[in-house]
């Protein structure tokens, strides 16, 4: 498994800055949530980490190798998967040739196979393979993306605001998912999101944007518990109630 670390990443568009020399390191196995406002640069920093953002300065390291130059040779060890599934899925193909196109280091004949195995994993029914993804509901849709991602056999995942545009009836389901995979299979996570409540679920550590500069980090305990930064206590502050964390005074109470 790997680990991913970003130092000092600047990502401009022309003239705007978007992300403005942010370091953060996502450790071997964990999950790191990626939080801030709308705007706040999650997903071009995201996006730069998979080489779909252009990298104005710093360094971007998977296994203290370059990423960009592993991706040059052919190796993707992070899979980006997007809010919309549309965007990692191509309409016009079956979700099992989808998968199967994605299927890492296995001989031709042997892809379908995998790629139903990765569609078990994720809880489609492999008679869903014949299907083109408009015959699936969002939910599914979003299980197959994550297949598709997967079969990559990736490091590191990239979950960029997988479930907001779900139905919030199937949000849990996904995230629960997610949460079990991540831990079966031990990739390292960036999970961004803008709701704390959900990165609380899932994080080891928080990270939060604000402006495209990083201006808070730590132990999702810590920070959820004692927030430095006027951008995290909103964060907070959005989450209707929110239990007290173990260790803390209301938890002691
Ligand atoms: N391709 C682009 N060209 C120019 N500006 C861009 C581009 N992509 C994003 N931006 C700008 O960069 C800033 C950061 O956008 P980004 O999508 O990374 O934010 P975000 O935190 O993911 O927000 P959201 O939660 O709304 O998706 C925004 O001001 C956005 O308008």
Do not use: W
């Not at 568009?13 to 406002?37: H, I, K, M, N, P």
């Not at 479930?163 to 961004?192: C, K, P, W, Y």
């Not at 999101?193 to 990083?214: E, K």
């Amino acid at each position: 498994m790997s680990s991913l670390e970003v130092h000092d990443l600047t990502v401009r568009y022309g003239r705007f800055t978007a992300v403005e020399r942010v370091s953060l390191q996502v450790a071997d196995g964990t999950v790191t949530g990626l939080v801030g406002g709308s705007g706040s640069g999650k997903s071009t920093l995201g996006k730069a980490v998979v080489g779909l953002a252009p990298v104005s300065g710093g360094r971007i390291q998977v296994d203290g190798v370059d990423a960009g130059s592993l991706r040059r040779r052919g190796v993707h060890p992070v899979q980006l998967v997007f809010q919309n599934p549309y965007a990692s899925l191509d309409p016009r193909m079956t979700v099992g040739a989808s998968v199967a196109e994605a299927v890492a280091r296995t001989p031709g004949p042997q892809r379908r196979d995998e790629a139903a195995r990765y569609l078990d994993l994720v809880g489609i029914d492999p008679a869903y393979a014949a299907r083109t993804p408009d015959a699936l509901s969002g939910g599914q849709r979003q299980r197959v993306a994550l297949a598709r991602a997967l079969a990559a056999r990736p490091g590191v995942l990239i979950a960029d605001e997988i479930t907001s545009a779900l139905d919030v009836s199937v949000q849990g389901a996904v995230l629960n998912l997610l949460r079990r995979l991540q831990r079966e299979l031990g990739f390292a996570m960036l999970f961004i999101s803008h709701d704390l409540a959900v990165v609380r679920y899932l994080c080891d550590r928080i990270a939060v944007l604000d402006g495209g500069r990083l201006v808070e980090s730590g132990p999702a305990a810590e920070v959820l518990r004692d927030p430095r930064h006027e951008t995290t206590r909103t964060l907070l502050a959005c989450i209707p109630a929110l239990p007290a964390m173990p260790g803390s005074q209301e938890a002691a109470a």
